[in-house]
């Protein structure tokens, strides 16, 4: 199976200790966002897991405290980061690094593990005050500029105004883009990767921004895997509890909603940056879950874990 670490929440910035403790030893628990009680034992051994996909905002605490494990880890289980760059200010990213930090720690990444090993995030788009759409060019070619040497992918999205988001949201300033708006900074930001050599594709977004030359983003990416696993072939599904426009291949998520404390005012995985705060505090890095414990009236469920890795010899 491939492995998300995770959509629901920052591992690598806030729960490297208790992730490497989890591939130490080799499972993790995962309670169910939907169905609270049942919990799923999830293996995490190089023969059930083909690659591991790393979601932050900020990898420098894990990269900076635990690169000697990661280097071990790559020699087992191979692995990218979806590393997300906006450059927004700390109105919108109270927790974040600025830009210039990121780009630092993006850069060392890449020297480390190679340019296929980090996918750059630009999302969500946000239009505000200080973020118009000019501002959006602007900083997107900073950004590209920088970042050019380090990655070959840069993943975009649209603000998606739930409603969590439009709360925690409401005193800011914001305009929700229209479909011409969007193929239009979509093309402009097109035109500014394209110079720098950077393949633009779009998460979540609407077929249409393909007239703006836009790929569909895999951002969990078989083939990206195949590639670090020297070109092993995955057979792997889509995911089919993700979103309709979502490209992502099947993978299990082994993070927990409301734990990130990053702060960010759009963030879709918290009910509130307050809250996040208070729950990722009762996060203990021994426990196999990694919000919580077990209670008695848990149901434990055995994962079904198997390779994906296509061990058929080609015929020619």
């Excluded at 309670?31 to 190089?46: A, C, F, G, K, Y």
């Excluded at 000019?134 to 997107?140: A, D, G, L, T």
């Excluded at 883009?177 to 097109?190: D, G, H, K, N, S």
Aim: aromatic residues 10%; hydrophobic residues 40%.
């Amino acid at each position: 199976m491939l492995i998300s670490a995770s959509r629901r929440t920052d591992i690598p910035a806030f729960y490297s200790e208790w992730f490497f403790r989890r591939m130490r030893a080799g499972f993790v628990l995962v309670r169910n966002p939907v169905d609270s009680r049942t919990v799923h034992r999830v293996e995490l051994t190089p023969d059930v897991v083909d690659g591991i996909v790393f979601w932050s905002k900020n990898p420098a605490p894990m990269f900076t405290a635990y690169v000697s494990e990661l280097r071990q880890l790559r020699e087992r289980i191979p692995f990218y980061f979806q590393f997300t760059v906006n450059g927004y200010d700390p109105e919108l990213e109270p927790e974040v690094p600025d830009r210039e930090q990121l780009c630092a720690t993006f850069a060392a990444l890449a020297k480390e593990f190679g340019r296929n090993a980090v996918v750059w995030r630009y999302d969500p788009i946000i239009l505000t005050e200080r973020s118009s759409f000019s501002e959006q060019i602007r900083n997107f070619t900073f950004l590209a500029e920088k970042l050019v040497s380090s990655t070959d992918e840069c993943v975009i999205s649209f603000l998606d105004l739930y409603r969590k988001t439009a709360r925690n949201m409401r005193h800011i300033h914001f305009t929700l883009p229209t479909a011409a708006q969007q193929l239009e900074l979509a093309a402009a930001l097109t035109a500014v990767a394209k110079k720098y050599g950077i393949t633009l594709n779009a998460c979540c977004e609407t077929p249409e921004l393909a007239h703006a030359g836009i790929g569909q983003a895999r951002c969990i990416d078989p083939e990206r895997i195949s590639r670090l696993r020297g070109g092993e072939r995955l057979t792997v599904g889509k995911d089919r509890n993700q979103r309709p426009n979502c490209g992502c291949a099947a993978a299990i998520d082994i993070g927990a909603y409301n734990t990130c404390r990053h702060g960010c005012l759009y963030c879709y995985a918290n009910a509130s940056p307050a809250s996040a705060m208070r729950q990722s505090s009762q996060c203990d890095p021994a426990s196999p879950l990694l919000s919580g414990t077990l209670s008695p009236d848990d149901r434990l469920v055995e994962q079904r874990m198997t390779s994906l890795v296509d061990r058929q010899l080609p015929l020619f």
